[in-house]
Nanobody, 127 residues
Framework: QVQLVESGGGLVQAGDSLRLSCAAS????????MGWFRQAPGKEREVVVN????????YYADSVKGRFTISRDKAKNTVYLQMNSLKPEDTAVYYC????????????????????WGQGTQVTVSS
C-alpha cells in the first residue's frame, strides 16, 4: 500500500503562484512514476505532469509547460508542484498519484494507469 497526502491548495488571483506538496508513505520502490492530475467540474481528470522517482525526466501537459515545475525530495518522499502564472482555467482539484508498474522509459498519462491516489486539494484561481 502507498499513502499519498496532498497539501498547498487555495484561492489565489490570476498571475499568482502556489506550491502543492504530495507526501508519500508506505510501500515504495526504487522506480515508479508519480504524477499530478487535475479535475475541473464537469471535466475528465487530466494529467498535469509526471516524473520518474529514479530519474529526472518529466512529462508536462502542453497547457502548463513553462508555468508549472515538478520537483521531489527523496529524503522526505515528497513531490512538489510549483505553479506560477496561474490562470482561471487552472482551477481544479489537484491529485497526486503513483504508478508502480510502468517501465523506466514509459510515462503514463492516463488516470487509469495509476494505482494509488491522494485525496486531492482544491486550487481556485480568480480572474
Amino acid at each position: 500500500q502507498v499513502q499519498l497526502v496532498e497539501s498547498g491548495g487555495g484561492l489565489v488571483q490570476a498571475g499568482d503562484s502556489l506550491r502543492l506538496s504530495c507526501a508519500a508513505s508506505g510501500r515504495t520502490f526504487r522506480s515508479y512514476t508519480m504524477g499530478w492530475f487535475r479535475q475541473a467540474p464537469g471535466k475528465e481528470r487530466e494529467v498535469v505532469v509526471n516524473i520518474k522517482w529514479s530519474g529526472t525526466n518529466t512529462y508536462y501537459a502542453d497547457s502548463v509547460k513553462g508555468r508549472f515545475t515538478i520537483s521531489r525530495d527523496k529524503a522526505k518522499n515528497t513531490v512538489y508542484l510549483q505553479m506560477n502564472s496561474l490562470k482561471p482555467e487552472d482551477t481544479a482539484v489537484y491529485y497526486c498519484a503513483v504508478d508502480l508498474n510502468s517501465s523506466t522509459y514509459y510515462y503514463p498519462v492516463n488516470a487509469y494507469e495509476y494505482e494509488y491516489w491522494g485525496q486531492g486539494t482544491q486550487v481556485t484561481v480568480s480572474s
